[in-house]
């Protein structure tokens, strides 16, 4: 059991070492700000859109035609 509580103190210690790290980086660290520019090329500002075309609807005329074309021939 002792060499559990020495493995469990020596983690708490790590622990608290990185802890206090971070912290001492938050404190005394200031970033430096300078102005950025990206460019952005011109196809992502306005893409192509693709025009998917509907089929027209079908007129009453077309529909009496094919149905006329699906007919037996008249065999004489």
């Known amino acids: 059991m002792p ?3 020495r493995f469990v103190v020596v983690l708490g210690i790590l622990a608290g070492i990185a802890y206090g790290a971070m912290a001492a980086l938050v404190f005394f660290v200031e970033p430096q700000t300078r102005p950025m520019s990206v460019t952005v090329p011109a196809d992502r500002l306005d893409p192509q859109r693709i025009i998917v075309r509907q089929p027209e ?3 009453v005329d077309a529909v009496e035609a ?3 074309e699906d007919e037996p ?3 004489q």
């Open 66 to 68: 094919a149905e006329g």
């Open 73 to 75: 021939a008249d065999p």
């Open 3 to 5: 060499s559990l509580i």
């Open 57 to 59: 609807p079908e007129t």
